[in-house]
T-cell receptor, first 115, second 117 residues
Framework: AQKVTQAQTEISVVEKEDVTLDCVYE???????LFWYKQPPSGELVFLIR??????QNEISGRYSWNFQKSTSSFNFTITASQVVDSAVYFC????????????FGTGTRLKVLA | DAGITQSPRHKVTETGTPVTLRCHQT?????MYWYRQDPGHGLRLIHY???????DKGEVSDGYSVSRSKTEDFLLTLESATSSQTSVYFC????????????????FGPGTRLTVL
């Protein structure tokens, strides 16, 4: 069975602090995909990144970076120098690559960035 | 932004009444999905469609039905709404599977907030 765990329910940081959101996954598939989505207070779901299981390179996009480690089944998300606009709920999701299009979502981490 | 709209955006209804939510896309994507979002559960898949008239169940399909008569429209119906179906409902779309069989990214609509009294 596939599972995604986001153990941090809520995190509060002060603006300009760095923050890491954890995502741990379980799957028996050898090919799979991992995703992060952002849900700001306005409620829409915004796609941030997709990573496949064969690509363990870390990725950086501006202040955002992602650390994928198959050895620990983790796909963590770091925001550097956080800003108030980063306040949102962040979801990690997993999809198997062998004929399924179903995403399994974690329960989300609410990030509050205080000015 | 992916061209996905959902209607209505908000609805309040009473227990036992039928409700239909509509998802409309302008991207001509083959795959469409319905999720519900509840506190403590993240998003859970209700039903999905892999083509016109081709649908399948997700993990929380009881009490819901879907239909897809056109590529651009995916309807979610609650035959007899219950209070447990109070939730935020999201539609998502993804492109066709691709030659390598990889899972394509899902893009989400703005959501429909449904309250069943």
């Amino acid at each position: 069975a596939q599972k995604v765990t986001q153990a941090q329910t809520e995190i509060s940081v002060v603006e300009k602090e760095d923050v890491t959101l954890d995502c741990v996954y379980e799957t028996r598939d050898t090919t799979y995909y991992l995703f992060w989505y952002k849900q700001p207070p306005s409620g829409e779901l915004v796609f941030l990144i997709r990573r496949n299981s064969f690509d363990e390179q870390n990725e950086i996009s501006g202040r955002y970076s992602w650390n994928f480690q198959k050895s620990t089944s983790s796909f963590n998300f770091t925001i550097t120098a956080s800003q108030v606009v980063d306040s949102a709920v962040y979801f990690c999701a997993l999809s198997g690559g062998s004929g399924t299009y179903k995403y399994i979502f974690g329960t989300g981490t609410r990030l509050k960035v205080l000015a | 932004d992916a061209g996905i709209t959902q209607s209505p955006r908000h609805k309040v209804t009473e227990t036992g009444t039928p409700v239909t939510l509509r998802c409309h896309q302008t991207e001509n994507h083959r795959y469409m999905y319905w999720y519900r979002q509840d506190p403590g559960h993240g998003l859970r898949l209700i039903h999905y469609s892999y083509g016109v008239k081709d649908t399948d169940k997700g993990e929380v399909s009881d009490g819901y039905s879907v239909s897809r008569s056109k590529t651009e429209d995916f309807l979610l119906t609650l035959e007899s709404a219950t209070s447990s179906q109070t939730s935020v409902y999201f539609c998502a779309i993804s492109e066709s599977r691709g030659s390598s069989g990889n899972t394509d990214t899902q893009y989400f609509g703005p959501g429909t907030r449904l309250t069943v009294l």
